[in-house]
């Protein structure tokens, strides 16, 4: 079963580094690295449904860890603003089309609503502290921000992955049927990286 496997690989990984292991995933998740949080998330959940991660622990830890990488991203813009970004993203398969978009997103609506509101969007969550350090925005609401929208979409993350350990049995008896899923969703996943990383970067932006 493809899903029993990744299930048990994604636990053991995260059993083997503990909370600190955890909150580096989600540190490197807000950064630009292509870490997305509903690969790591759910899967703190089904330790938390074992009894073997505090459920408190499990979310403080991880939100330090989206804060910290959000603080990062932060202050390579605030410091170093796009050229910089750019030089340092490449190595972290930065897209460039997509931090691009998330700019002109923060930028007609920048402010402490939007930052919080783009933790709970795919893709923007990723680069909207970079724009928030190029724009200067105030470190103190930049923090408050990043906390509580992370905190609360980890959480949920965590929560829909302690309901799903809860009906694993019921996974499991439709194995098949979910084996095609996830391999319909790798494929799509895969087409969507290579065309990503095969789309030309857009032109330069108004006023940047």
Not at 159 to 185: A, N, T
Request: aromatic share 12%.
């Amino acid at each position: 079963m493809i899903t029993e496997h990744i299930s048990n690989l994604a636990v053991r990984i995260l059993e083997t580094t503990g909370y600190a292991g955890a909150a580096a995933l989600m540190g490197l998740e807000s950064m630009i690295a292509p870490v997305p949080s509903e690969a790591v998330m759910p899967f703190v959940g089904f330790l938390v449904a074992d009894g073997k991660w505090n459920l408190w622990l499990a979310i403080l830890s991880t939100s330090i860890g989206s804060v910290a990488g959000s603080a990062l991203s932060y202050l390579m813009g605030y410091y170093g603003g796009r050229p910089f970004v750019l030089k340092v993203g490449k190595y972290l398969l930065l897209n460039q089309h997509d931090l691009e978009w998330t700019e002109r997103f923060f930028h007609r609506r920048a402010g402490v609503w939007t930052l919080f509101l783009s933790r709970f969007i795919p893709v923007v969550r990723h680069f909207i502290s970079i724009p928030a350090g190029t724009g200067r925005m105030p470190m103190g609401p930049f923090l408050v921000a990043t906390f509580v929208g992370a905190t609360l979409w980890n959480t949920f993350l965590l929560l829909c992955g302690m309901k799903l350990r809860e009906h694993w049995p019921v996974v499991q008896k439709y194995s098949h049927q979910v084996d095609i899923g996830v391999v319909i969703l790798l494929v799509i996943g895969a087409v969507w990286f290579y065309r990503t990383k095969k789309r030309p970067p857009a032109g330069p932006l108004a006023g940047s």
